[in-house]
């Protein structure tokens, strides 16, 4: 079982076709799959449904896939860092379906745990809940949001080992995995491939379960808002 | 005389009590956390962490490591990382003790409206919805009334919520209120505000 490909394009190979639902890890740009998407966008795949917390920047991220036209719909909590987006949704091109971040979340680690639904307190009483199924459970009213169940999942990590276990770092983590387990096919760019038994079985963040195939690549890692505070002068 | 917006961030500061764990909002209530002083407050950040750090000093700026406002940001010796399932698992769950949000309309039923604007661009809601409907205690920062000099403290929300009944107090430039049993509470009023003053800028129910 050979999980390791050259780059972003063959691990794709045969995974792509129009019309399908992926999984993208990532929040804004942060811990995004930079490499699988560039790769999306090569491969010329239209009509896509993607469940990512945000949809990237003008030009960067998810955003490239709004510039070749190749989304259909969006799954997400928060788009407002572009404007593309914006000019696609207001002129009727693109979908977007807002689901509350947690719910996001849950949704996708619900499918990958082979959980069709859920209830939650999040967005009762709020447009979030009109037309899904309201159920009272000890007083308290929940609304039933429905697992994730995606085509192709892909994510980014930090290492992996070459039978796939997953380490994230710090908070690039956020998405990623809920992302690759709702996965029926889950693919992975990391920084390093480091040799099997090289990571602490304790420290892994991911099974190698969750991933079918793997890529090692330079990563860009843009930052998105720039914070800084003044060094105290002696 | 009214607080101004480090005011009204002290005061809300003053809600925390040592060892809770906090979720902060973007704008005035990110700046309740430099008047937290020697209480023990754990900050949560939506994208996964607990133990969120001041911002970095330049050049050591770390893209894996951002809030949930996108901005960078450091860690602490206390610091745990975690996935966004799992951080929203602990925000449903009820392990937060309180989040202090900003809010555009709240109402004398507790009502909240902080993420959208009917025909204005339509950014989306982030993690504002869980928070609400998941943390102990709701606490909202926001200007008693908007530019043209209009009550935001309502009897009822006219945009689209972002949580029914969830907001425990309110603090504004003008005072603290809580929300309870038939409507608004005034708890204290801000400096050089006469109670009289509040209710008049209050178009909510004041009990």
């Known amino acids: ?234 | 005389m009214a607080w101004d917006r480090n005011q009204m961030a002290e005061r809300a500061a003053a809600e925390l009590e040592d060892g809770m764990y906090v979720n902060l909002g973007i704008g005035i209530p990110t700046l309740v956390a430099n008047y937290v002083g020697d209480k023990d407050i754990t900050l949560q950040s939506e994208n996964g962490m607990l133990g969120m750090g001041p911002f970095p000093f330049e050049g050591d700026e770390d893209p894996d490591l951002i809030n949930a406002g996108k901005q960078t940001i450091t860690e602490l010796n206390r610091t745990a990382y975690f996935d966004s399932a799992q951080s929203f698992g602990m925000i449903r769950g009820g392990k937060i003790a309180a989040a202090i949000l900003g809010a555009m309309e709240v109402d004398e039923k507790g009502d909240l409206a902080n993420w959208m604007i009917p025909g204005k661009l339509v950014k989306g809601m982030g993690g504002a919805m869980d928070l609400v409907a998941g943390v102990g205690r709701v606490i909202v920062v926001m200007d008693h009334t908007n530019k043209h000099g209009a009550s935001k403290l309502l009897k009822e929300c006219t945009l689209p919520l972002t949580g029914k009944g969830v907001v425990d107090r309110i603090i504004t430039n003008l005072g603290v209120l809580d929300v309870v049993e038939g409507g608004l509470q005034i708890v204290e009023t801000a400096d050089g505000v006469t109670e009289d003053e509040l209710r008049a800028a209050t178009e909510a129910t004041i009990v």
């Not at chain 1, 909590?77 to 009727?92: A, C, I, K, P, T």
């Open chain 1, 1 to 234: 079982m050979k999980k390791i490909y050259p780059d972003a394009k063959s691990a794709l190979d045969g995974l792509l076709k129009d019309d399908m639902l992926i999984a993208a890890g990532g929040f804004g740009l942060c811990g995004i799959p930079e490499l699988l998407i560039d790769a999306i966008v090569e491969s010329g795949i239209k009509g896509l449904t993607i469940a990512s917390n945000n949809c990237g920047v003008d030009g960067f991220g998810l955003g490239k896939l709004l510039d070749t036209h190749q989304i259909k719909k969006m799954m997400s909590s928060y788009v407002g860092e572009n404007d593309e987006f914006m000019r696609q949704y207001l002129s009727g091109e693109l979908e977007i379906e807002f689901n509350p971040q947690g719910t996001l979340a849950e949704r996708m680690r619900a499918g990958g745990c082979g959980i069709p639904g859920f209830y939650t307190k999040t967005g009762v009483g709020t447009v979030i809940a009109e037309g899904k199924e309201h159920k009272d459970f000890n007083g308290e009213t929940y609304i039933m949001e429905e697992g994730i169940f995606a085509d192709l999942s892909i994510v980014k990590a930090w290492k992996a080992d070459e039978t796939g276990n997953l380490v994230f770092r710090k908070t690039a983590r956020n998405f990623n995995p809920p992302a690759a387990m709702c996965g029926k096919i889950c693919v992975v760019e990391v920084e390093e491939i480091v040799p099997t038994g090289s990571l602490d079985p304790d420290m892994i963040h991911l099974a190698g379960i969750y991933v079918h195939r793997l890529i090692q690549g330079e990563h860009e890692k843009r930052i998105e808002q720039r914070t800084v505070r003044q060094k105290e002068t002696a």
